[in-house]
Nanobody, 124 residues
Framework: QVQLVESGGGSVQPGGSLRLSCTAS????????MAWFRQAPGQEREWVAS????????YYADSVKGRFSISQDNAKNTWYLQMNSLKLEDTAMYYC??????????????????WGQGTQVTVS
């Protein structure tokens, strides 16, 4: 059973930075695509960023492009979301999600079957 555990959330002032981590365990097939999503109260879940683990290609939502950076540490089975220049509207619960099938997409269109429990980010 694949388990994803997020950490690194917290409270920060506008303009500040946070780094989220997502550590994966329990999988026997490669993780091909790892993504971060977020959901603010009363809003739909929003795709934030993805990384295609095979070649490290990254993809970002327009709302975070240039401010957020997704990366991976294969040795630690951990993925990161570096968030800089945080804005009030970045406040949300952030989730990591994984795809274990090498499909056509590694963005919001991918079929993310595995999810973490989330970590709260509050910008105020």
């Amino acid at each position: 059973q694949v388990q994803l555990v997020e950490s690194g959330g917290g409270s920060v002032q506008p303009g500040g930075s946070l780094r989220l981590s997502c550590t994966a365990s329990g999988y026997h097939s490669p993780i091909y695509c790892m993504a971060w999503f977020r959901q603010a109260p009363g809003q739909e879940r929003e795709w934030v960023a993805s990384i295609y683990t095979v070649d490290g290609s990254t993809y970002y939502a327009d709302s975070v492009k240039g401010r957020f950076s997704i990366s991976q540490d294969n040795a630690k089975n951990t993925w990161y979301l570096q968030m800089n220049s945080l804005k009030l509207e970045d406040t949300a619960m952030y989730y990591c999600a994984a795809v274990l099938v090498d499909g056509a997409w590694c963005d919001a269109r991918a079929d993310f079957r595995y999810w973490g429990q989330g970590t709260q980010v509050t910008v105020s």
